[in-house]
């Protein structure tokens, strides 16, 4: 096969590993529902008023980049370091299969759980917390999702880079995002964060991921909800992350 | 085939692979010994175009391999050494996938069935023994329809029986008239399957040739053993086997070129004094020893790295 179908063959086969391999749907697709439930019963419904909305309206556009991080940074991270390790790349790297298709299914199967979980965040938000579903800024969502899903790949590639072996892949890969996760206003609402510690996570591009996705979420929103800025920092992680791992990605093992 | 010519890798003071040349030919199975450490797996990689080398010639189905384009993966297939399988995926689906990137692959539950896991193909791979997950490796690079497979050390660490069945499988593949450069570090698979075998020492070929040929075999002494009982001095034996024997106790040793009179005469002076022979044994020298000579008994140790 070549082409298309081979992209289409490829991508089916990383689909099956994805839905059958019990870790990857736990804290790719459970993981983040669970976050959603608990932070929305602590939190309750109060209301944030540096922002104007629920704390419910607030944590959905939250979860949802968690759930794009999760399902590319840290899936690709964690599975590809497995892969390289357990000889499977280089097996890969063997056959006809060019290294492009190769990535294109990889990629394509953590886009696609980002859109399903993009879409189950959504609905659970609306149904469970009466969170208004957006309408005029879904183009916003769907460039926010493209240009996110896209940088969070890089760098789940360019992350595979310096963990040396498939044991420390969960490790370093947490390690670097749990702590971004709390200054960046993920998992406690950014109006409970010092101004000094948001400054810093305004460096890396979590937080700016959640607010390009927040405002298209804010009803306060007037207008398309663009957030070019923060978006363009998202994009300029992506392709730093992309220039890494096209110069020190390694398809053999490290032992 | 195969072409290599003065082939030379170092790695930085290090000269793992230091000046081989190889010609494999059409059909054949060819055998690569060595003890872990020779440059085996570094001179395989070379030719699977893993790795790149420092001097020296290869052409591998007319293409230099550091050089080779994903078309000329459409006809070699690798079974690498330690390579685990997706767990999550069955028999029948790993080859199928693998059956997807090739232009014209061989029928899948045909490859499944010719490396004996026609019982095992709805089974996740994860559920597969280690011989098994071994052939299932070995489907995955023949599903492709290769003219040239390479297995490096295709067996190791497998029991006796999981061994027999993949040798029947490497053996299966002379008949579909594949090319097979195989790395072993075992002997009698050499012996059992090679046309041809190299060994390596210390990243040079130190012997080539029909496993039976091997470092002349044939023209090597033949080693005559046995025990005197007690009371019989090594003076007491006939003259043609004591003034060839080492003596050690009770335990004499003769390395020959002649051993049918030496044995006449042996074995003679025993039956006319009623003297027993206590294990007495003749052995032809064994490939085993011809490689632990050639090698210089390193077979047995150092780990590859």
Known sequence: ?255 | MITVAGLRKSYGELEAVRGIDLEIRRGEIFAFLGPNGAGKTTTVEILEGYRTRTAGEVSVLGVDPARADRDWHQHVGFVLQECRLTPELTVTEAVSQYAGYYAAPRDVGETVDLVGLADKADSRTAQLSGGQQRRLDVALALVGDPELLFLDEPTTGFDPSARRQAWKVIASLRELGKTVFLTTHYMDEAQTLADRVAILSSGRIVAEGAPDELGEREQRPTQIRFRLPGGVGGAALPGSVSSRARIDGRAVSLSVHDPVPVLRDLTTWASEDGIELEGLEVRRPSLEDVYLELTDGTAETGSES
């Open chain 1, 1 to 255: 096969m070549t082409g298309l179908p081979l992209l289409l063959h490829q991508f089916r086969y990383d689909q099956k590993v994805f839905w059958r391999n019990p870790a990857s749907v736990f804290f790719t697709v459970l993981l983040p529902l669970i976050f959603l439930f608990i932070f929305a019963t602590i939190f309750g419904n109060d209301e944030i008023e540096e922002r104007g909305v629920k704390t419910t309206t607030y944590y959905v556009p939250a979860i949802v980049a968690l759930a794009v991080i999760s399902a590319t940074t840290q899936s690709l991270a964690i599975n590809l370091t497995e892969d390289r390790e357990r000889g499977l790349l280089k097996r890969v790297r063997g056959t006809p299969l060019p290294a492009s298709a190769f990535v294109a299914g990889r990629v394509g199967n953590s886009l696609v759980v980002s859109i399903l979980m993009v879409i189950v965040v959504a609905v659970i938000g609306r149904l469970v917390y009466d969170v208004t579903l957006p309408t005029e800024t879904i183009p916003a969502i769907l460039v926010t999702l493209a240009v996110g899903a896209f940088a969070f790949s890089c760098l789940g590639f360019a992350l595979t880079t310096i963990i040396p072996s498939e044991d420390a892949a969960p490790a370093i890969s947490n390690a670097l995002i749990l702590p971004l996760y709390f200054i960046s206003g993920i998992f406690i609402p950014d109006s409970e964060i010092p101004d000094g510690v948001l400054h810093f996570a305004d460096v890396f591009p979590i937080r700016h991921f959640f607010e390009a996705f927040f405002t298209a979420w804010d009803p306060n929103t007037v207008g398309a909800g663009f957030e070019w800025g923060d978006l363009a920092i998202v994009a300029v992680w992506g392709l730093a992350g992309l220039v890494v791992a096209l110069r020190w990605f390694r398809w053999e093992p490290r032992r």
